[in-house]
């Protein structure tokens, strides 16, 4: 038990540093490694270690990873910000535009690729233009992390949380009911940022601007927008969701005409080995029978059903988050869930705390980090700078998530669903 605790802790910790230069570790080889660690110390034997890879989370996330990777050979995501961006007559428009472009390219797209993508030319964009650089990054990485919020494919969280809950919402129902709320969310961040930027922002018609128009290959972005729209389909038809988003990355590769091989040369392979490693790991931890303890431990603050439980626990899950980042956070949580009084709105409760937890700290996501580095001396921002934002934009979130989750209890509507 010692050793496999251990293994955990230490793991965890290059995971919440997300690199570790001494010994030439980030997130993934870091997980890889402690998987390795945790069966050679006995915290798991081979065949256990090897069950506990979710396969179907592996499945899930490798097929909206090829569908985006088409998209991104299309310069759908660039195209597309350079049409909202460049169309903005305005400093708040141009900021409401990035906002929701953002949140909807990341409501079923990994959020990393999106902030990859468009960063650049949202520097470029407002440099040209004349306006200040960092609100439009602030609102780039936080919509980023919001869109991921609607759908339990929109975020590596929400792929776990989704699985875990086994269709208690299935993916109709959690979408039926986070969809109003993710455009609430939306646009709330939108105005907060308007106001916390009110004096920087200048009113009037913005500068003339012509930044170059990027390529477009708008046969393939179509075909890959179908595929995304097959995948949605199956998924409300009620198909498993990994079967649902191979099927639709299968018949993109065959429709596409394109060679294959570059194409899945642009998928982040890394993000599987992590989610592999990281299953091994709290697989590690769960033998020691710690999880269970801790529960118990939390259960008097979490468990109660109301109001006053719900905020305990997303309290909870929000802090977590931002010591070890939200992935992390949510494999051992999803463990708690099925114990509380009603585990459907339970996993709701832990999907919402954890991707709205993501704009609390600059280590709260990998897409505020992707933002703000590929933004490079632009997007210099300290620790605490970014966190005060970062409070005041998570405390809006989570007061029209709590208000709207409240009302769609109260008005009937989430029962009506299926929902708690």
Known sequence: MTAALVVFVATYLVIASRQLEVLGLDRPTGALVGAVAMVVVGGLGFERALAAIDLPVVV????????AAYLEDARFFRYTAYVVLTRATSARSLLWGLTFVAG???ALLLN???CLLLTPLTVAVAIEARLPVLPYLLALASAANLGGVVAWSGNPQNMIVGRAAHGEPGF?????????????HLAANAAALTWLFRRQLPRGPLAERAPPKPPFERVLATKALLALALFVALG????ALAGAAMAAAAALIVVA???PKPILAKVDWSILVFFAGLFVVVEGLRATGLVERAFAALAPAIGRGDLAGDAAFVGLVTVGSNLVSNVPLVVIAVDWVPAMPSPSWGYVMLA???TLAGNLTLLGSAANVIVLEAAGPRGAIGFWRFARYGAALTAVSLVVAFALLAFARWSGYAGWLGVG
């Open 104 to 106: 909807g390219l990341s």
């Open 352 to 354: 919402v705390a954890s």
């Open 172 to 184: 109709a129902a959690y979408l039926a009911l986070m969809l109003p709320i993710g455009v609430a």
């Open 60 to 67: 899930l996330l490798l097929g909206m990873l090829i569908i």
């Open 112 to 114: 990393d690729t999106v």
């Open 236 to 239: 409300l038809a009620g198909y």
């Open 257 to 259: 005409r394109v060679p």
